[in-house]
């Protein structure tokens, strides 16, 4: 690992939770003038928030939530989102799926082309794979590593702090699913 890449790896992860995923990523250079921040911003936010609206549709605490047949209509609804996304999926110009990792501060991702250091651009991500709709952030190249596998670390800047709020509760959502496929996966065998 370089020193540029170390160094990013500190800024990064550090005191910041972190996921490991593979996921539809890209970084794309964008000459970003403070309108497209704001709006690319604004856009992220809201997206992150319908997703957790989704995601946390029904609290644990609600007795609604243990019934069978809500549970059952629930995993309709799943599937039925999973299907219609994969076919507005083929149509769409996603990302190819890499493996990352990313905290609320930016990510860690292979990429061969494009990318050079201090290069400012649009980290483009789908946050949910039921969801065939990608996440821009403003981003920056703070380190690349050369060789047969380049990889690029990029810090998402600037976000205002509701919307790295709304990052960081993703994350953690994401996170706590691992742990949950891991337990389920333990618990089989």
Excluded: Y
């Amino acid at each position: 690992m370089t020193p540029d890449a170390a160094r990013a790896e500190v800024e990064l992860f550090d005191e910041a939770m972190s996921c490991r995923d593979a996921l539809p990523a890209a970084f794309v250079f964008a000459a970003l003038d403070e309108r497209r921040i704001v709006q690319s911003c604004e856009r992220a936010e809201a997206l992150l928030r319908t997703i957790a609206q989704i995601e946390d549709g029904t609290g644990e605490d609600d007795d609604r939530a243990h019934d069978p047949v809500i549970q059952r209509l629930e995993a309709k609804v799943n599937v039925l989102l999973e299907l219609v996304g994969g076919l507005i999926a083929r149509d769409l110009a996603m990302p190819p799926v890499r493996e990352v990792r990313w905290s609320r501060k930016g990510i860690v991702l292979a990429q061969a082309e494009g990318g050079s250091l201090g290069e400012h651009g649009l980290l483009r991500l789908q946050p949910a794979a039921w969801l065939p709709q990608l996440l821009e952030l403003p981003a920056r190249v703070i380190a690349v590593e050369p060789g047969a596998e380049r990889r690029l670390w990029l810090r998402v800047e600037p976000l205002p702090d509701p919307l790295e709020a709304a990052l960081e509760r993703h994350l953690f959502r994401v996170h706590r699913r691992a742990i949950a496929r891991r337990n389920q996966q333990k618990a089989r065998g």
